[in-house]
């Protein structure tokens, strides 16, 4: 699929991605192309589901969520059942901004985000420790972001 995106293409993921609000006139104007052509182009990749959508990006330190903890997940068991449960159930936790299946020494490694460390250990040993299968957890915090989300942190 990436060869048949050109420069034009490219131009515009970049665009989009740093300000999906931007009008398709001014998204013209940055891309070095035409109205018409440009808003035909953004139609097109999101029909082909290149972009897949758009979303307001909210600041997780101004809501008061800036204890980040990368937490290590093993399961007692690794059979297809086992992995759509977890899968299924992680998927409701709220505090889990993003979920990994790794090949690794542990099954899981997930991303959570709550506003201190007592909300933490609430979250891991009421929901996450519960999950399906879990076996055993091991928790990484984060003192820094330095690059998150594709952006750099100041």
Not at 15 to 36: M, Y
Not at 72 to 81: H, I, K, P, Y
Not at 129 to 147: E, I, N, R, Y
Request: charged share 25%.
């Amino acid at each position: 699929m990436m060869q048949d995106l050109d420069s034009f293409d490219e131009k515009i993921l970049s665009v989009l991605s740093a300000n999906g609000r931007i009008s398709i006139t001014d998204l013209a104007k940055r891309i070095g192309l035409s109205k018409t052509p440009t808003q035909l182009r953004v139609k097109r990749l999101e029909s082909e589901g290149i972009i897949s959508g758009y979303r307001a990006v909210l600041d997780p330190i101004k809501l008061g969520r800036d204890h980040v903890a990368f937490v290590e997940v093993r399961l007692t068991d690794t059979r297809e059942a086992a992995l759509t449960a977890f899968n299924e159930a992680v998927r409701q936790i709220a505090e889990v901004e993003e979920c990994y299946m790794l090949a690794s020494q542990f099954d899981y490694l997930l991303k959570v985000r709550t506003h201190d460390m007592k909300d933490y250990r609430d979250v891991l040993g009421g929901r996450i420790s519960a999950l399906p299968f879990v076996s055993h957890t091991s928790t990484h915090v984060a003192m820094q972001a330095v690059k998150e989300g594709g952006r750099w942190q100041s």
